[in-house]
């Protein structure tokens, strides 16, 4: 594969269990990834994290904290389509550089032509995301684990040429 595949861990780490990115991506980290990816912790910095994914990866794995409407702790496995996300700007649309959630990345993304081959996002069902607070919440903290292994397995298959087809 040309191309490595990026996980990108997103969130504040100031507002509790939106750390929970941000803290997959520090265990994977420690753990060594496969060859073919990277794992790179962008807190809130999504605007770094979209003009990393213009340079072109193969795919992209977004690690964050998500509101589904499941229980807390609850992982998810989401693939967003790039036909999903609008590809210019209306009028009076905009774009806040410094509120970068992953939807407006991957908005942001798709406008300049910087899609990569293939979106998955790993997502956690949060307790809190409005208190302000360094750690993740009981629910959320006793999911990271498993995330760091549901983010390994979703690069193994991403380093298919099946997962392209």
């Not at 649309?93 to 908005?107: E, K, Q, S, Y």
């Not at 607070?133 to 298919?160: C, H, M, Y």
Request: with cysteine.
């Amino acid at each position: 594969m040309k191309n490595p595949i990026l996980v990108a861990g997103v969130g504040n780490l100031f507002m509790q269990d939106d750390g929970f990115g941000c803290e997959v991506v520090k265990r994977l980290d420690a753990r060594g990834m496969p060859e073919g990816s990277v794992a790179v912790d962008y807190g809130a910095g999504g605007l770094d994290l979209a003009y990393e994914v213009m340079r072109g990866y193969a795919a992209l794995v977004l690690v964050d904290a998500t509101r589904q409407g499941g229980e807390p702790g609850t992982l998810y496995v989401m693939e967003p389509q790039e036909e999903d996300y609008a590809g210019e700007l209306s009028d009076g649309d905009a774009l806040n550089p410094h509120a970068m959630d992953p939807g407006t990345v991957l908005r942001f993304v798709k406008l300049v032509g910087g899609w990569p081959g293939k979106v998955v996002v790993v997502g956690c069902e949060p307790t809190e995301l409005t208190e302000m607070g360094i750690g993740l919440s009981p629910p959320v903290e006793a999911a990271v684990d498993r995330a760091v292994e549901v983010v390994l397995e979703q690069v193994a298959v991403l380093r298919t040429d099946a997962a392209y087809t």
